[in-house]
């Protein structure tokens, strides 16, 4: 086993040195980076097993804290949570399921999400997380594919909508509610079980067994089960704690506590409650993602770490601002953000070797803008957080090194649903801000003649649902899985996503252009919610540009503009103007014919109700284009 820190210190002491991932080059350019495993492979067990393993070992820790309907938290033990775990478990037992039966969650994130994972798995099921906010259609589709004899919705509503095509499911046996008190109802009904029974079911279960079923959420298609293990799991958070020391190892007294409010039907949010549980470190759920409702509870539950995507750290930054323009404090806030980006950068250029620290004018400078600006935002995340997991589409440079600077390490990732979660993060003490990292721990990375990145490690999912096929495809039969991605390498093996292999726009001059750079940046624009860059057979790149309600309302109120609906402020010269210097930003970015040359602004934003992003905020572009064509061909038209 290698060793992932070069010094034997511990972290207390000083910050290790890591390890750089061995890369290799073919015609003087890298084409492939790994890294060693850092954590020892699992061989036995599941991880029904981590309740119970906690309980034996730490039976007062507080590995949970579970949100009350009053808005309090209460703290979960290990011993606790072991119990009920047990306790549901049994009254899944009870109620006919046997090993191998898909279970389907449609919840938002909160408590019962993570219960139900560790219960089914100690009752020796798989589960099948669907979106709460999908479609019937699409709730029927996971439904028949994953043939669910069981699904435990989190609402009333929930459960109706799903009620007029049982009959087109056969195998769904059992439906349970979570408000309506179904999971007391289960407790009662496996109360007269022996605790053996469930020892028997957690004992069947081996590293290679099936644990989870998470479907893709559909962009190229229709949605596809991946197949991910107990041992996929393991690999992934194991490694991830080992790496990722300061969020899930404490360096002082202080506790590690992570509040969770990404969905849980996605992998991220999965891995990452899972890891929190491996790790003992305190969880909390968030179940909205509604400024109005997850302040509060980012301000009670005050964790020291946030799992986010770029829109909401775009959000934040652009909220502050506009309160700092509001309140006539513009020109300061631009100084601090210009100062804490600076300091950012000297800190990444630092710690990689490739500069001096900070200097001493910049310290101070950073210290008198920090109780201004800074700490004002790192109270809006609780008022502890220090570091902060971003996955979903690149951050970029800009933002990484603003926060760095204001005190909140960004750890930035890449990964899919079939890679477990993530595959590259920012390693601590190395960051390479504007990249998605190293490969991590026990992870190959490899680029592909055309610029695919591949995926290679005990990660990989096993392969994809197919009943039809006999139940599993294999994804990586070479061990290398396509992720569709496009990407390089650099010399010390910090991997740059660059774009979607199938988003990649060829003009009608032959001009290969990739939309995700330019859109990444008009995104964070205060003023724009989303973008897409069009431009496939076409003699010029173009975009179609939604606007951004919150940053929409401070521009009028800055501006002067009466308070009319958005589609009315279309066409206005200012706001044009405004768009227009955005986007000539943007286009720094590329060479002249990638650049874009013509938009439009659309009257409604994008959103998942309306069909155009998916539950992980990701364009559905097929989607966009049916539902604008009329907007596109004017962008050509004469």
């Known amino acids: 086993m290698s060793t992932p820190y070069s010094t034997t210190a511990s972290y207390d002491d000083a910050p290790p040195t890591l390890v750089a991932p061995e890369t290799r080059r073919l015609d003087g350019v890298v084409r492939e980076a790994s890294m060693p495993p850092f954590a020892l492979p699992v061989t036995h067990g599941s991880l029904a097993d981590l309740p119970f393993d906690n309980a034996a070992a730490a039976p007062d820790a507080i590995v949970i804290s579970r949100k009350t309907q009053d808005g309090t938290w209460v703290d979960v033990t290990a011993a606790e949570f072991a119990a ?345 003490m190395k960051p390479r801000l504007g990249t998605v990292g190293w490969p991590m721990p026990g992870t190959r990375v490899r680029i592909a003649a055309d610029g695919e990145i591949l995926i290679g490690g005990d990660h990989v999912l096993r392969g994809y649902w197919d009943p039809a096929a006999g139940g599993v495809v294999p994804a990586a039969p070479d061990g290398w899985l396509p992720t569709g991605d496009i990407g390089e390498l650099d010399d010390e093996g910090y991997l740059t996503i660059t774009g979607r292999k199938k988003e990649m726009i060829i003009t009608a001059g032959g001009k290969s252009v990739a939309p995700a750079p330019l859109e990444n940046w008009l995104r964070s624009h205060p003023l724009i919610s989303q973008c897409i860059v069009l431009g496939d057979a076409r003699p010029y790149v173009s975009a179609l540009i939604t606007l951004d309600p919150d940053g929409l309302t401070h521009w009028r109120q800055m501006n002067g503009k009466h308070p009319v609906p958005a589609e009315l402020l279309i066409g206005d010269e200012d706001l044009n103007a405004v768009l227009q210097r955005a986007v000539d930003e943007a286009n720094k970015l590329v060479s002249r014919p990638e650049s874009i040359r013509r938009f439009t602004v659309l009257p409604t934003d994008f959103t998942e109700t309306t069909g155009h992003l998916t539950p992980s905020m990701k364009l559905r572009r097929e989607a966009i284009m049916r539902d604008f064509a009329a907007e596109v061909e004017a962008l050509y038209a004469k």
Not at 98 to 104: E, F, I, K, L, S
Not at 398 to 420: H, K, Q, V
């Open 84 to 428: 009920q775990v047990l306790a549901v478990a049994k009254g899944l037992i009870a109620e006919g399921l046997v090993p191998g039966d898909r279970v389907a969650v449609m919840a938002r994130t909160r408590y019962e999400w993570t219960l139900l994972d560790f219960a089914a798995w100690a009752a020796g099921l798989v589960t099948v997380p669907v979106y709460p906010t999908s479609s019937v259609f699409q709730t029927r589709w996971i439904l028949q594919d994953s043939g669910a004899v069981a699904l435990i919705t989190e609402s009333v509503s929930q459960a109706a909508a799903i009620g007029p095509e049982r009959d087109r499911l056969p195998d769904l046996q059992h439906m349970w509610v979570i408000e309506k008190g179904h999971l007391d109802r289960l407790e009662e009904l496996g109360a007269h079980l022996p605790d053996q029974e469930v020892a028997v079911r957690r004992g069947m279960l081996v590293p290679d067994t099936l644990a989870t079923l998470i479907y893709t959420s559909g962009t190229t298609g229709r949605p596809k089960g991946c197949v991910l293990t107990h041992g996929n799991f393991f690999a992934e958070v194991d490694n991830a704690i080992e790496l990722l020391y300061p969020i899930f190892k404490s360096r002082s007294n202080d506790e590690v506590s992570i509040l969770l409010f990404l969905p849980m039907s996605h992998v991220f949010g999965r891995m990452v409650a899972i890891a929190c549980v491996r790790a003992r470190v305190r969880l909390g759920h968030a179940p909205s993602l509604k400024a109005e409702e997850l302040l509060p509870d980012l301000a009670s539950f005050r964790p020291t770490c946030l799992l986010a995507i770029p829109y909401m750290l775009e959000k934040i930054f652009n909220t502050a601002r506009a309160r700092a323009e509001s309140g006539g404090r513009l020109s300061s806030f631009d100084r601090a953000a210009s100062v804490a980006r600076r300091y950012g950068e000297a800190v990444e250029a630092h710690k990689t070797g490739t500069g001096s620290s900070p200097s001493t004018a910049l310290r101070a400078a950073r210290t008198f803008y920090d109780p201004l600006v800074y700490r004002r935002i790192r109270n809006a995340m609780g008022g502890r957080v220090r570091h902060a997991i971003c996955g979903g589409s690149p951050l970029g440079r800009r933002l990484s090194s603003f926060y760095l600077g204001a005190g909140i390490e960004i750890y930035e990732g890449y990964g899919l649903t079939e890679t477990t979660g993530a595959s590259t993060v920012t390693p601590p």
